[in-house]
C-alpha cells in the first residue's frame, strides 16, 4: 500500500487548503481501511488531527474541531482534509496514515502547511 499526500502549501491566517491522500496498492482494499491525518510542527511530537473510519465515522483534536473535516471518497480511493480558518498554529507537516484492515499502519510523505499571519 501506498499513499501520496498532496495540497498543502502557504496561506494567510483565515484561509483554507484542502489536503489530499490517495491511496494504492494491488490487494489494498481502500473501503475496510481507517484513515487518519497527524501533522509535526517543528520542535513538537506528530500529534493526531483527525480520523475517520471505514463506517465514516470521524473525530477530531480539540485544537481543529469545526474548522477541519475529513471526509474520504472510496470511488477515488482518496482521503481529504478540508482545512478551513486556518490559524499561524497550524502551521506544520500534515502526514496521511492509513490503517489497513488487517491492522497494518502505513505513513505517506508529509505535506507541508504554512499559515502566514
Known amino acids: 500500500v501506498q499513499l501520496q499526500a498532496s495540497g498543502g502549501g502557504l496561506v494567510q491566517a483565515g484561509g483554507s487548503l484542502r489536503l489530499s491522500c490517495a491511496a494504492s496498492g494491488r490487494t489494498f482494499s481502500f473501503s475496510s481501511a481507517a484513515f487518519s491525518w497527524f501533522r509535526q510542527a517543528p520542535g513538537k511530537e506528530r500529534e493526531l488531527v483527525a480520523r475517520?473510519?471505514?463506517?465514516?465515522?470521524?473525530e477530531y483534536a480539540d485544537s481543529v474541531e469545526g474548522r477541519f473535516t475529513i471526509s474520504r471518497d472510496n470511488a477515488k480511493n482518496t482521503v481529504y482534509l478540508q482545512m478551513n480558518s486556518l490559524k499561524p498554529e497550524d502551521t506544520a507537516i500534515y502526514y496521511c496514515?492509513?490503517?489497513?484492515?488487517?491492522?497494518?499502519?502505513?505513513w505517506g510523505q508529509g505535506t507541508q502547511v504554512t499559515v502566514s499571519s
Open positions: 496514515k492509513c490503517t489497513t484492515h488487517w491492522g497494518q499502519a502505513i
Open positions: 475517520i473510519s471505514r463506517g465514516h465515522s470521524r
